[in-house]
């Protein structure tokens, strides 16, 4: 037999305020390490196109671990996958650490992505304790703790960040999110309850991507995955050139980039808490989705059209006193426009896969969910370097804004074959 949906005591406000605080905890830690580590990079000495493979590298481990996990957890239960994938996060952020040159730092990177699997895990758990019609909101306020872990940790990791003093000065933050990840297993082991009975462990086990085919013979979630892989594609393209784009537009430093994306997390973490469960009720996961896209690409082109370093510094007049302000205030503006469209993504791909897919393939295919994105992140960043050194700086972002039209487009087509397929039963 398969695993069953076991009956969570407390499976409402308790078990989501524990699964917020762990996936807070954890994002926290990633929003540590993220955005210095264009710099991280560069202080051991790494071209351009060394930095952006550390992303990849990353998104390669994700690729093949997030489907095993996924898998795993609908066989053995969620809570002793999240407690192997957060050790796993947290043994890989102190062995960067202490990398002692960039393609260390990269077989790093790759061996921390063969950990991850917490945000499938923890999607699916949402799954196992929630009615259909109530899981694009409690996606989005899993999703809100992912966008307050991104508002605490970069900023955090900017002021933990000393660039002055070398490699040595961008170990703190790293340190510091092992910890997080050390503090999210705690939190696991000590106050989550299981969600899943396990497996029978005489069935038959499925192979690696067996979920493909059940994801490609369904029509809603077939769609859905092509609109993570592309959205997700351009998305990483900017996240791995942002630090290099920004120190070469405007020489900001670990600090102005992770300030940066602090301010995407707290517009990620209001959009997805208290906007994009309403939406998606009243104009429909699909739309909401396709909108999302479209907000996304459209912030993609505002950064570029931002004024250079050269163009003259604006002033705010208060009357007693006038604040200069550089060319760049614009950019954390941009990214925010841009974090209101991410926001409204990706609880939304969640919860139409969710929806489309039978409960005991519900892990495996938000794990596939996750490869996909994975996918798109191992092409996405090299596609990037690529272009960021060939063509121009810009071109990373004109080209993740170009790939939001068609998955825009397939989101809306993914929402029409729901609607046929709800039609039918």
Known sequence: MTAQTTKVSGAGTPTLAVLFAVVFINLVGFGLVVPLLPFFAQSLQAEPWQITLMFSAYSLGQFFAEPFWGRLSDRIGRKPVLLATLAANALGYLLLAFAPNIWAAVL???????????????????????????????????????????????????????????????????????????????????????????????????AFLSGLQFARADEVVSRVLVVSLIYLAGFSAMEASFGLWAESRYAWTAREVGLSFMIVGLVSALNQGLVAGRLARRFGEARVLAAGMLLFGASLILQVAAPPAWFPAAQIDLGLFVIPVSAGWIIPIVMGIGACGM?????????????????????????????????????GPMVAGVLYSAIGSDWPFLVGAALTVPAAMMAINAGRAARRREAQT
């Open 108 to 206: 790093v990177r790759l061996f921390t992505g063969l950990g991850a699997g917490n945000i499938s895990t923890v999607q699916g758990y949402i799954a196992d304790v929630t009615p259909p019609e109530r899981r694009a909101g409690r996606m989005g306020m899993i999703g809100a703790a992912f966008g307050l872990g991104f508002i605490v940790g970069p900023g955090l990791g900017g002021l933990l960040a000393q660039p002055q003093m070398g490699h040595v000065g961008y170990q703190l933050p790293i340190f510091a999110a092992s910890g997080a990840a050390v503090l999210a297993a705690l939190g696991v082991m000590l106050f989550l309850r299981e969600s899943r009975a396990k497996a029978d462990p005489a069935a038959p086990r499925p």
């Open 343 to 379: 926001s409204l993504a990706m609880p939304n791909i969640s919860a139409l896969i969710s929806r489309a897919s039978p409960p005991d393939r519900q892990g495996a295919m938000l794990g596939l969910n996750m490869a996909t994105g994975s996918m798109a992140r191992i092409v």
